[in-house]
């Protein structure tokens, strides 16, 4: 699954999204989103895809990363740690 097969380009929320509306975001945009994130980790660390999903874990309920614009795909968070 990659972040381009799924319609998020459109995705954008307010500054401070209300749970309601990151609750609102599609399984699937999700799960490319927590993807991306374990790729990243792993291409910094020169890591293995399965270290990565061990060390993010499971997709928690999305947070935003705080921004003067408005709130887009990849200032999203779908773990805990913040030092990726």
Do not use: Q
């Amino acid at each position: 699954m990659s972040w381009e097969w799924w319609a998020i380009h459109n995705l954008v929320l307010p500054l401070e999204p209300e749970y309601k509306s990151l609750k609102a975001i599609p399984w699937e945009a999700r799960l490319a989103l927590h993807y991306f994130h374990v790729m990243r980790w792993c291409e910094k660390r020169r890591k293995c895809l399965k270290d990565g999903f061990i060390r993010l874990g499971p997709i928690r309920l999305l947070r935003a990363v705080p921004s003067r614009n408005a709130v887009g795909f990849f200032d999203l968070r779908t773990f805990e740690d913040d030092n990726e």
